[in-house]
């Protein structure tokens, strides 16, 4: 198991970035690929993003294409995900981990492997 720290969350304005961050303590985070989900309250968990083990491709939900985006460092065993344009309805707290399976379209929830803590993010309208 691969034990996964998320960072970054925080209280913005609608309009405003945050940037989340996802460690891992595993020197082998370089051959994994990976990705972020959300829980907003009340709600179901979603999918928002997944990378490659190289970073070369990345995958999206439809509620967030074209303002988030996901990268890596494997170098620094580190994940982001860069949130422009938040908006209220991204209010959630954001998870990340270790994706299993590579789908042709965006990873189910039980593609992934053990989600970390969680770091909140708060959109004020």
């Known amino acids: 198991q691969v034990n996964m720290e998320e960072s970054g969350g925080g209280l913005v304005q609608a309009g405003g970035s945050l940037r989340l961050s996802c460690t891992a303590s595993?020197?082998?985070?370089?051959?994994?690929?990976m990705g972020w989900s959300r829980q907003a309250p009340g709600m179901e968990r979603e999918v928002v993003a997944a990378i490659a083990w190289s970073g070369a491709s990345a995958k999206y939900a439809d509620a967030v294409k074209g303002r988030f985006t996901i990268s890596r460092d494997n170098a620094k065993k580190t994940m982001w995900l860069q949130m422009n344009s938040l908006k209220p309805e991204d209010t959630a707290v954001y998870y990340c981990?270790?994706?299993?399976?590579?789908?042709?379209?965006?990873?189910?929830?039980?593609?992934?492997?053990?989600w970390g803590q969680g770091t909140q993010v708060t959109v004020s309208s």
């Open positions: 595993e020197s082998a985070f370089s051959s994994y690929t």
């Open positions: 981990a270790v994706l299993r399976i590579w789908r042709a379209g965006l990873p189910l929830l039980t593609d992934f492997g053990s």
